[in-house]
T-cell receptor, first 115, second 113 residues
Framework: AQTVTQSQPEMSVQEAETVTLSCTYD???????LFWYKQPPSRQMILVIR??????QNATENRFSVNFQKAAKSFSLKISDSQLGDAAMYFC????????????FGPGTRLSVLP | GAVVSQHPSWVICKSGTSVKIECRSL??????MFWYRQFPKQSLMLMAT?????????EQGVEKDKFLINHASLTLSTLTVTSAHPEDSSFYIC?????????FGPGTRLTVT
């Protein structure tokens, strides 16, 4: 069974600084997707970024980028120029290539942004 | 982008009563919907997978007779918590599978008194 691990229960970053959230996963599949979701206090799940495993290039979305290391099964999220609105729970998630399959979520990292 | 709604957003019910939560895909058809449960400060845990026109598939440890799921149309799935107890108090989130992606609803907070 696939598992997702986030070793940092809590992180904090100064406003305008950069922070990296860690995620590792375990799978025997070769084709899959990885995601980072943000859950603010409203608890609405917001997709931050997604990575297809077959793509070697790291995904980037504005201030958010990932470092995808397939061999190491590592998928970290870097947030640049952190803003107060970035404060939230961040969940790393795995899904097989089959769209019908469910997400496997990590335990989450709570990010605080200090003014 | 695709939108998934849930109704109600929050509900308080008395112990022993049943409560129904609706999940709708507003601008796309969803043959598959997922129901999650999230306890405070914890991650999302899959409860069941709902397929339109067929029985739901429940995860291990989830009582199918307690959490009734009906996926009657391509845009609506419902979760009914029967004979609710205080330990059923939680945040319930649905996710609907679109053509290329899955989309999450805003969640429903259930409090059983």
């Amino acid at each position: 069974a696939q598992t997702v691990t986030q070793s940092q229960p809590e992180m904090s970053v100064q406003e305008a600084e950069t922070v990296t959230l860690s995620c590792t996963y375990d799978t025997s599949e070769s084709d899959y997707y990885l995601f980072w979701y943000k859950q603010p206090p409203s608890r609405q799940m917001i997709l931050v970024i997604r990575q297809e495993a077959y793509k070697q290039q790291n995904a980037t979305e504005n201030r958010f980028s990932v470092n995808f290391q397939k061999a190491a099964k590592s998928f970290s999220l870097k947030i640049s120029d952190s803003q107060l609105g970035d404060a939230a729970m961040y969940f790393c998630a795995y899904r097989t290539a089959a769209l019908s399959q469910n997400f496997v979520f990590g335990p989450g990292t709570r990010l605080s942004v200090l003014p | 982008g695709a939108v998934v709604s849930q109704h109600p957003s929050w509900v308080i019910c008395k112990s022993g009563t049943s409560v129904k939560i609706e999940c709708r895909s507003l601008d796309f058809q969803a043959t598959t919907m997922f129901w999650y449960r999230q306890f405070p400060k914890q991650s999302l845990m899959l409860m069941a997978t709902s397929n339109e026109g067929s029985k739901a598939t429940y995860e291990q440890g989830v009582e199918k007779d307690k959490f009734l799921i009906n996926h009657a149309s391509l845009t609506l799935s419902t979760l009914t918590v029967t004979s609710a107890h205080p330990e059923d108090s939680s945040f319930y989130i649905c996710s609907a599978r679109g053509l290329h992606e899955q989309y999450f609803g805003p969640g429903t907070r259930l409090t059983v008194t």
